[in-house]
């Protein structure tokens, strides 16, 4: 795997591994665990931090926070079933470690490789005219052309800003030191993802909450992949995911469940909760306010010179629609996509978290020419779980 001998770096971090215990879903990052509400002789806090010997700020039990976070959730850890790095999950062992067996594809991809079909995208016109996309798994990994953390994994860099970040009329937006813990609670929070309500560094003075489902019963994993369902029949745990036969390659990056058809849903995990669009936007929002709109692009923002005009993003048009939050491998390769320039105008090729080449995330719902037939489709029908 690429450049993955630099999660070595530092060297001694990583002998710490073996003091991070495997633990059930959620692991040490879990509120009544770690508020003492269970009690306080609980044992999880040496799990990551050192009183005396700690190697990192906030007496961590690492070099740093990233470092940290992959002893467990890196390429080579073990003690957790999710790898942030290559954008997979895997099955979990019986020893209650992560097994070598990959679920599924996560549904953010990834921050050094993923999964994201972005040029094996699907599109079909219904009878109404209205169109419906498929962005499927990749069977490999490929190296992510964009991520929210530029680390020595990816070999990314960027402006490290908050796009649209402030007041109205405020420029770009700031400089953002991000890292995990700029938008998860390690310790838990009851939130999804154990997301802060107001990221860290935001500015942002209104928590933003997002639906959870429950913790899953001891030896079980929530379902963290693009294997979707609706919520009359969710595939909320692992073990469902297992129980229905699905392969590693199941899925849909593309606002849809599986198996895939005509229908549409939100973007909830498994169609869980109706508010989770409205939810996760908000919370993206927090960050990039200028991107959050209600409007329909006809009408520009009062006192605005910049973010002028904005994409509608209510109803079943949330940021995770078109973008994940951790890595894609889109590629943007074409002529005014691969010069494609940060809001402040300096040069980029990033593929900005999309999930599809170049800007056919704009084709995958729209036809500007009015003349797309209906009942027809453009690219190969995905496989497997095809209709």
């Known amino acids: 795997m690429r450049r993955l001998a630099l999660l070595l770096a530092g060297g001694a971090l990583w002998l710490f591994l073996a003091a991070i215990p495997a633990l059930a879903d959620g692991g040490p990052h879990v509120s009544a665990i770690n508020n003492g509400s269970l009690g306080i002789s609980a044992d999880g806090c040496a799990g990551c931090h050192r009183a005396h010997t700690a190697q990192g700020p906030f007496l961590l039990n690492a070099a740093d926070e990233e470092a940290l976070c992959l002893t467990c959730h890196g390429a080579s850890g073990t003690g957790s079933t999710v790898d942030v790095m290559t954008g997979v999950q895997y099955t979990l062992g019986g020893d209650g470690l992560r097994d070598t067996a990959i679920l599924g594809a996560t549904r953010n991809g990834g921050f050094d490789q993923a999964r994201i079909g972005s040029s094996e995208v699907y599109r079909i016109s219904t009878n109404t005219g209205a169109l419906r996309t498929k962005v499927p798994v990749l069977a490999s990994a490929e190296d992510v052309t964009s991520a929210h953390l530029a680390l020595p994994e990816n070999g990314l860099t960027m402006p490290g800003i908050a796009w ?10 700031p400089a953002l030191e991000l890292s995990c813990g700029t938008c998860h609670n390690p310790h838990g929070n009851g939130q999804y993802r154990i997301l802060n309500p107001i ?9 933003a ?27 909320l745990l692992a073990s469902d995911v297992i129980a229905g036969g699905y392969p590693a390659t199941a899925g849909d990056y593309f606002h849809r469940g ?24 908000q919370w993206c929002s927090a960050c990039h306010t200028r991107y959050y709109s209600e409007d329909d692009g006809t009408n520009a923002r009062p006192g605005e010179n910049l973010y002028k005009y904005q994409h509608n993003t209510q109803s079943n048009r949330a940021c995770t629609t078109c973008h994940v939050s951790h890595g894609s491998n889109a590629e ?10 940060y809001p402040d105008g300096s040069a980029s090729a990033s593929s900005r978290l999309l999930k599809i080449d170049n800007r056919g995330t704009c084709q995958a719902c729209h036809d500007p020419t009015g003349t797309f037939p209906a ?7 995905p496989v497997p779980l095809v209709p």
Request: no cysteine; charged share 5%; aromatic share 6%.
């Open 332 to 341: 943007m390769t074409g002529t005014f996509s691969s010069t494609y320039a």
């Open 375 to 381: 009942n027809s489709s453009v690219g190969t029908v």
């Open 164 to 173: 649209g970040n402030g007041a109205v009329g405020s420029g770009v937006g």
């Open 209 to 235: 909450s997002v639906t959870d489902a429950a913790l899953p019963p001891a030896g079980d994993t929530r379902n963290y992949t693009v294997i979707q369902t609706v919520a009359t029949a969710p595939l």
């Open 199 to 207: 990221p860290n560094g935001s500015g942002a003075t209104v928590a």
């Open 258 to 281: 599986v198996p895939w058809n005509l229908r549409t849903n939100n973007d909830a995990p498994n169609g869980m909760s109706a508010t989770f669009n409205v939810e996760i936007t």
